[in-house]
């Protein structure tokens, strides 16, 4: 589905096990032997730490901007190691900033970058401030280092975090360690395993820590959360709820949308694609064409029924899981039925810190052996393979090593929280603002080995039913018609890339019938085949029979009546290049949606017509489509695929 990985680990250079891995400080491991600290120890510990920490040349700020919550765990992992090397870290969200808290500061940023190189939702305010009112004074004496969350197929690769990084040397601000760059296109976790490798190894000379990273991992696995059963609903009841650490969970954006349709796009073949529709009526929440809508799939019921069994727990136990100030990863007290499926994340690649934790509870050597081999930077090979690639989750790893006897209330800490995914909306808030349309294919693939992977949210989606309700969010984007009906679009999108241009689509019928004066606008639409999977078909036509498109260019890249073979959108558009070039001159607006390697194959083929039919060579070509993203006149709404 459309989120990337949500997990890493930091490690120590050098280290027999990846640190990022929390460090147990109840409990020692020795040999693979628990050792329980006494309170007289643990006090002692605390109080030593605590007393480290009081000096403020010690005291580290980690700032985080994250749209799905990846740069926010990240934050996390290094706030929980460096106060176990005796540093006072404290995490904050970009949304809560404060303009006093850079000054003579250690300051660590960790930002994803969203959309067309844009800052993420919660890091918006901060950097508007950052370009428009900060001056030097703000960042005077403060030592920084970013690391960017991003994907090399995203056009503009972790563009914010590469701004922040020039603009804090800008500001006078000095930086301590060199810019970290997170490819999620490759392998996210390595990068920040190798950027955090050299944090520490920085902080420590900077500020004279004596603590190596080797001395962590042979400390073991650290867990900082209080797990609290309770005999009975109204007990929990009674106890109260923890106030709830995650961001997303606490801003009051999330809402429960009924579902009024769930009907199946496709024709045939073997694959599903959903249409829902989500009733905004007595909600304050509004939603504009071209947003997106967050939403919040459960996992379901077999896998969270199978791990509570291999856990050894009662699904309608209720507990609190809270950290030493009082507060919660996610709202509690719950059940554990309701944690596993709504809160934590079941089905994602299971990170090395995770992996650590686990062969800590192996009671077989050789299981024991395997695992803690898996957390090695040296096999990182091996990890990727067995792991990552083969999309094996917690509850595989729990079937290949039956020796492992992990307590719940550990795998819930060291599993990372259930990320909302996103998803362009596919109606026109003009025509029908009180009802958001998504359109989304299930993910169900066979691996292959008697296992399959399903996508949590498309197959969560799959099995609503009228009066369903959906957590869900409405997500702002800069993915919007021009304001004057009567200038051209030019809309290029294959498969579900089609649902923020129906909007789109929908509105400008909405325009048209409402008397509005169209421009020239113009569809390329794309999927496999006609007979199967050429969603909207219908609605398609009757926007050319109305003339609120003026024209409709269709590509099926394996309909078996083809005579020329695959045809994909972009050889749709070099045919018609000259016409999409003259609109382009003429003050068209251009709109791509789909997967991030579509995108770059339509702004390939424009620039090659550039050259060859303008005559526009020597990077003229790439500067005219600059203008037109500076210009505002060229949109992309993409996925990596």
């Known amino acids: 589905e459309r989120m990337g990985v949500q997990t890493a ?53 980690v700032f985080f901007g994250s749209q799905t919550g990846t740069a926010e765990e990240f934050s996390k992992i290094i706030a929980q190691d460096g106060k176990d090397a005796g540093l006072n870290v404290q995490v904050f969200d970009l949304e809560r900033f404060d303009a006093a808290m850079f000054a003579n500061s250690n300051s660590l940023f960790l930002v994803a970058t969203y959309g067309e190189g844009e800052p993420t939702d919660n890091a918006k305010p901060f950097f508007e401030w950052l370009t428009t009112q900060a001056d030097g004074d703000a960042f005077k004496g403060m030592r920084y280092a970013v690391f960017g969350l991003g994907n090399t197929q995203y056009e503009h690769y972790n563009s914010f975090g590469k701004d922040l990084d020039v603009k804090f040397s800008e500001f006078g601000a000095s930086r301590f360690l060199e810019l970290g760059l997170g490819n999620d296109d490759d392998d996210i976790r390595r990068d920040f395993e190798q950027w955090t490798s050299k944090l520490w190894t920085t902080l420590r000379e900077q500020l004279g820590l004596e603590q190596s990273g080797e001395a962590w991992v042979k400390n073991g696995v650290e867990y900082h959360l209080k797990y609290t059963a309770f005999g009975s609903q109204a007990a929990a009841m009674a106890a109260g709820a923890t106030p709830c650490s995650n961001t997303l969970e ?17 024709q045939g073949g073997d694959r599903s694609c959903r249409h829902v529709e989500l009733d905004l009526r007595g909600q304050t929440v509004t939603y504009e064409t071209g947003d997106h809508v967050g939403i919040y799939g459960d996992n379901d019921s077999e896998s969270v029924e199978t791990l509570a069994k291999r856990c050894n727990v009662d699904l309608d136990e209720w507990f609190t899981l809270a950290d030493e100030n009082g507060e919660s990863p996610f709202p509690c007290p719950c059940t554990v039925r309701d944690a596993l499926t709504k809160y934590i994340d079941i089905n994602g690649v299971p990170r090395k810190g995770l992996i650590a934790a686990l062969s800590e509870f192996a009671s077989d050597d050789k299981e024991k052996q395997q695992l803690v081999k898996l957390t090695h930077t040296e096999a990182h090979a091996e990890y990727h393979a067995y792991v990552v690639e083969a999309s094996r989750n917690v509850l595989d790893l729990l079937h290949d090593f039956p020796s492992v006897n992990i307590p719940l209330a550990n795998l819930l800490e060291m599993l990372p929280r259930l990320q909302p995914r996103y998803y362009s909306i596919s109606s026109g808030s003009a025509t029908t603002p009180e009802s958001v349309h998504v359109t989304a294919i299930v993910v169900d693939k066979d691996l292959g080995d008697g296992r399959r992977f399903k996508g949590v949210c498309t197959n969560y989606l799959k099995d609503l039913t009228d009066g369903s309700l959906v957590r869900s969010f409405i997500r702002r984007t800069t993915f919007k018609l021009p304001a004057d009906p009567s200038v051209p679009v030019i809309m290029i999108g294959a498969g579900t890339g089609f649902a923020p241009l129906r909007g789109m689509c929908i509105d ?37 029979q109305a003339k609120t498109l003026k024209h409709l260019f269709l590509a099926f890249s394996r309909d078996p009546d083809s005579f020329t073979g695959k045809v994909y959108v972009q050889d749709k558009l070099n045919d018609n290049a000259s016409k999409i070039l003259t609109a382009l001159d003429n003050g068209a607006f251009l709109y791509v949606c789909g997967a991030t390697n579509m995108a770059r194959e339509i702004k390939k083929t424009l620039i090659q017509n550039l050259v060859f039919l303008r005559g526009l060579k020597g990077g003229k070509a790439e500067e005219y489509m600059e203008k037109l993203f500076k210009d505002g006149r060229y949109h992309q709404d993409v996925w990596s695929s």
């Open 250 to 266: 606490t801003s009051n954006r999330i809402i429960d949308l009924p579902v009024t349709v769930n009907r199946e796009l496709y």
């Open 9 to 61: 680990v930091a490690c120590a250079a050098g280290a027999a096990v990846a640190v990022g891995v929390y460090y147990y400080a109840t409990t020692q491991s020795t040999n693979g032997m628990q050792i329980k600290l006494s309170a007289s120890q643990r006090a002692k510990k605390k109080a030593k730490k605590q007393e480290e920490a009081d000096d403020s040349k010690q005291r580290v700020n």
């Open 508 to 544: 400008l019928d909405t325009r048209r019938k409402g008397g509005a004066t169209l421009g020239d606008n113009i569809l390329f639409f794309g999927c496999r085949r006609q007979d199967e999977d050429f969603m909207y078909a219908g609605e398609m036509d009757g926007w050319v």
